[in-house]
């Protein structure tokens, strides 16, 4: 069962994203171990090869938000899909990160929960991993 007590720093994405509440992280076949987690632990060739996460170790950075050219023109496309597709606005992530991570973390919890079963809600198909409530 997929549930969480609090969401570790180490599980938001460079861009900004909650890997907590990712497809490929709540996957039940070959789950991946997180976007910060080390690329010879990462199952997708995406993660492995993403350009944010390796213009972040370039420049000594955990996250794109730490970054004073934030939100470049990577981060701004990737947020417009994540707006378009998944109502998630990873440069409002940064943002909120930036200034208080731990209220954000908690924040995140609070928005992937579901509030029927404290299943995790995965944000690419808004529905709950657990009980597969759909979520609006």
């Given at each position: 069962m997929q549930m969480i007590d609090?969401?570790?720093?180490?599980?938001?994405?460079?861009c900004g994203v909650n890997c907590?509440?990712?497809s490929a992280y709540l996957s039940d076949k070959n789950p991946c171990a997180g976007c910060c987690a080390p690329n010879e632990m990462s199952t997708l060739k995406s993660c492995?090869?993403?350009?944010?996460?390796r213009c972040c170790l370039e420049?000594?950075?955990?996250?794109?938000?730490?970054?004073?050219?934030f939100p470049c023109t990577k981060i701004k496309d990737l947020n417009r899909?994540?707006?378009?597709?998944y109502d998630v606005n990873i440069v409002q992530n940064g943002l909120d990160a930036r200034k208080d991570m731990q209220v954000f973390l908690k924040e995140q919890k609070e928005r992937f929960i579901c509030n029927l079963c404290v299943g995790i809600i995965n944000q690419h198909h808004k529905i709950c991993s657990e009980c597969g409530k759909p979520i609006d």
């Amino acid at each position: 069962m997929q549930m969480i007590d609090s969401i570790p720093e180490t599980m938001i994405a460079p861009c900004g994203v909650n890997c907590i509440a990712c497809s490929a992280y709540l996957s039940d076949k070959n789950p991946c171990a997180g976007c910060c987690a080390p690329n010879e632990m990462s199952t997708l060739k995406s993660c492995r090869n993403c350009v944010k996460k390796r213009c972040c170790l370039e420049k000594s950075l955990q996250w794109c938000f730490q970054c004073e050219k934030f939100p470049c023109t990577k981060i701004k496309d990737l947020n417009r899909r994540y707006m378009q597709n998944y109502d998630v606005n990873i440069v409002q992530n940064g943002l909120d990160a930036r200034k208080d991570m731990q209220v954000f973390l908690k924040e995140q919890k609070e928005r992937f929960i579901c509030n029927l079963c404290v299943g995790i809600i995965n944000q690419h198909h808004k529905i709950c991993s657990e009980c597969g409530k759909p979520i609006d």
